[in-house]
């Protein structure tokens, strides 16, 4: 099924390469274990915060996924988020007391039930999904599991996928909570709502793909939060002399929904492109907009459900859209000289309304793999503020990865 490809889905190995197990006991103990570990030092300086925060952390992640009887199987996942030799850092969203002086790192200690789900395929054309899960929709700008920070962002409800129509995927997923990136120990660590994602991915000619999509967000916990969002996003390649050129529109409205407090109307407008100018060079650029109303607090375009590092820098000093709203012009270039990819990427910020220049950003990453199971990342941010309401800040990373 291509709409599966958002769910993190058991190996099909485990069907196709072994005879069905003969009962539950044959199902459970003939499934598939998972080892994932994750180090990161995280080093950040913001002007105006007392102290410089460096963060090594080393996430711990265990996940199994039962082979399928009767048309069910269920896969578990736990991380454990360990400190490493020094914890000068703040964790974010009230989890660690007496450190204020430093910046956030969002990146708490301690262990999570991550996923806990059952599927049932016994619907031809159909998967259905129950339980904690993670929910990856296009590319996670609406609903995404935060996967940069070290514990991710999960849902619990169900999840409806269907193919059987050709060249067309519809995903649906009713969340009746949402476990964000702090944890248990946090109280903002959980999100009671009542939300209803639709996401439609038609395939066109020439590999061309259209994605309307309505999410209707009412959050109990955070009323801000309470939107319904409807949009449409083209993706797809045209030829450039002998080069392809890839683009990616997007469009979309949103309103107060639920128990939102302020009724409001904004937009978001997205455009990029990147074209190879060689073998192992690209270049892009594009613009990003989320509308907002410098006079009227509260009526910003809001995405509480986004992997928001993957987005407006990786410094991310634009977690909340400012009032005013944001506006983000980007260029980058990427270079793969085997067996390295780099990347660099350059922003200029500016409120949507009135004249307000936030400010400019550059980011650059090298990243490699180790071998067939090991991976390094080198990252760095670098955010120059022009507007008194932003800081200048500076961030560092140095990642290795594991996986078994």
């Known amino acids: 099924m291509a709409g599966l490809a958002a769910l993190p889905l058991i190996d099909a190995a485990l069907a196709q390469d072994e005879p069905p197990p003969a009962g539950w006991a044959e199902a459970i ?17 913001q002007e105006g915060v007392g102290e410089t925060a460096e ?31 020094f914890d000068n850092y703040n964790s974010g969203g009230g989890t ?33 999904r129950v339980g904690r899960q993670r929910i990856l929709l296009d590319n996670h700008r609406f609903v995404g599991d935060v996967g940069w920070r070290q514990n991710v962002q999960t849902y619990d409800g169900l999840t409806a996928v269907y193919d059987g129509i050709a060249g067309l995927d519809i995903h649906y997923s009713y969340v009746t909570r949402v476990n964000r990136i702090f944890g248990d120990r946090s109280p903002v660590g959980r999100d009671d709502s009542n939300t209803h994602l639709l996401n439609l991915r038609f395939e066109l000619p020439d590999e061309w793909v259209a994605v309307p999509y309505a999410y209707l967000i009412d959050d109990d916990d955070v009323a801000t939060f309470s939107s319904l969002t409807l949009g449409a996003r083209l993706a797809g390649a045209i030829d450039v002399g002998e080069r392809k050129m ?10 107060d929904a639920g128990n939102a407090p302020v009724a409001y109307r904004a937009h978001y407008l997205r455009f990029d492109l990147s074209v190879p100018l060689a073998e192992r060079f690209t270049v892009g650029l594009g613009y990003e907009l989320l509308d907002g109303d410098d006079d009227s607090p509260g009526e910003a375009f809001r995405t509480p459900l986004a992997t928001l590092h993957a987005f407006q820098g990786w410094a991310d000093q634009f977690l909340a859209t400012p009032d005013a709203g944001i506006e983000d012009f980007f260029l980058s270039a990427g270079f793969a000289p085997r067996p390295w990819k780099l990347s660099a990427t350059w922003h200029s910020f500016a409120a949507a309304d009135g004249p307000a220049d936030w400010g400019s950003e550059i980011d650059f990453s090298a990243s490699r793999p180790l071998g067939d199971r090991y991976g390094l990342l080198l990252k760095a941010a670098f955010f120059d503020a022009d507007d008194p309401a932003f800081s200048d800040v500076t ?10």
């Open 395 to 404: 961030k560092l990373w140095v990642m290795l990865t594991a996986g078994f």
């Open 29 to 45: 103990m003939g499934g598939k274990p998972g080892l994932d570990l994750r180090y990161r030092f995280e080093y950040v300086d």
């Open 55 to 85: 963060a090594s952390t080393l996430r711990l992640r265990l996940n199994y996924g039962t082979a399928a009887y009767r048309d069910l199987s269920a896969f578990v996942e736990f991380d454990y988020v360990a400190e490493l030799l």
């Open 96 to 128: 660690s007391p007496g450190r204020s002086q430093y910046p956030v790192v969002a990146d708490p200690h301690g262990g999570d039930l991550n996923q806990l789900y059952v599927d049932f395929g016994g619907i031809e054309d159909t998967l259905l």
């Open 246 to 255: 890839s683009m990616t529109g997007e469009v979309a409205t949103q309103t």
